[in-house]
């Protein structure tokens, strides 16, 4: 997993790099909040980032509150590196759109839990986004099955988007998740299955 970071400092910048490498991620470090946001910006940016709250070009919070003014359904999860201790600071932080915050300087058992704690909201993020889309595509072949649908008025095959006639029961299996069991309806058992059984026993007798 690729863990983005930003700390102006550059020797809290390396320790925190060599510690999340340690863990095995994968780091991109940034040593200002310009940087930082082009980063998360980039094509398969991380979806985790560290940033410190005082930064040059901009600061963290600057950051959060651009993050949160995109439109994804899979939203960067902001952990915010920051000194200031009070209460209304840490406030001030979370209504900006962190996810949550450690104080410097850190403690590394501190910092593993909350990135794992991370990693499991995104890991639910993207399930969440996965369900949605299988639903999404459900509500798609639904409304496909209640479109017009050209029919022979002979076999009652069904005419596809391709121009390919098939019959009714490959049609609703391809475009829905309807299975069938297959019966015979009273008017079909009187006009066919009847005159079918006599002219059998009558062929043995």
Same mark, same amino acid.
């Given at each position: 997993?690729?863990?983005?970071?930003?700390?102006?400092?550059?020797?809290?910048?390396? !320790?925190? /790099? &060599?510690?999340?490498?340690?863990?095995?991620? =994968?780091?991109?470090?940034?040593?200002?909040?310009? @940087?930082?946001?082009?980063?998360?910006?980039?094509?398969?940016?991380?979806?985790?980032?560290?940033?410190?709250?005082?930064?040059?070009?901009?600061?963290?919070?600057?950051?959060?509150?651009?993050?949160?003014?995109?439109?994804?359904?899979?939203?960067?999860?902001?952990?915010?590196?920051?000194?200031?201790?009070?209460?209304?600071?840490?406030?001030?932080?979370?209504?900006?759109?962190?996810?949550?915050?450690?104080?410097?300087?850190?403690?590394?058992?501190?910092?593993?839990?909350?990135? !794992?704690? /991370? &990693?499991?909201?995104?890991?639910?993020?993207? =399930?969440?986004?996965?369900?949605?889309?299988?639903? @999404?595509?459900?509500?798609?072949?639904?409304?496909?099955?209640?479109?017009?649908?050209?029919?022979?008025?002979?076999?009652?095959?069904?005419?596809?988007?391709?121009?390919?006639?098939?019959?009714?029961?490959?049609?609703?299996?391809?475009?829905?998740?309807?299975?069938?069991?297959?019966?015979?309806?009273?008017?079909?058992?009187?006009?066919?299955?009847?005159?079918?059984?006599?002219?059998?026993?009558?062929?043995?007798?």
């Amino acid at each position: 997993m690729k863990i983005l970071i930003a700390e102006d400092d550059r020797t809290s910048l390396h !320790r925190l /790099g &060599t510690v999340l490498t340690k863990w095995g991620y =994968e780091v991109i470090s940034c040593s200002d909040g310009k @940087q930082a946001w082009e980063g998360l910006q980039s094509t398969h940016a991380p979806k985790l980032t560290i940033l410190d709250w005082m930064m040059p070009e901009m600061n963290g919070i600057e950051i959060c509150h651009r993050l949160r003014k995109t439109d994804t359904h899979n939203p960067v999860y902001v952990i915010l590196l920051t000194s200031r201790h009070e209460k209304k600071n840490i406030v001030e932080g979370l209504d900006a759109g962190a996810n949550d915050y450690i104080a410097k300087p850190f403690e590394s058992n501190e910092l593993r839990a909350r990135i !794992r704690v /991370g &990693t499991r909201v995104l890991r639910l993020q993207a =399930e969440l986004s996965n369900r949605i889309k299988d639903l @999404q595509d459900s509500l798609t072949h639904i409304k496909t099955l209640q479109g017009i649908m050209p029919i022979c008025s002979y076999c009652k095959r069904i005419r596809d988007d391709s121009n390919y006639w098939q019959e009714v029961e490959a049609y609703v299996k391809k475009h829905s998740d309807a299975d069938f069991t297959h019966s015979v309806c009273p008017e079909c058992y009187e006009k066919r299955v009847i005159p079918e059984m006599d002219n059998f026993f009558k062929k043995r007798d």
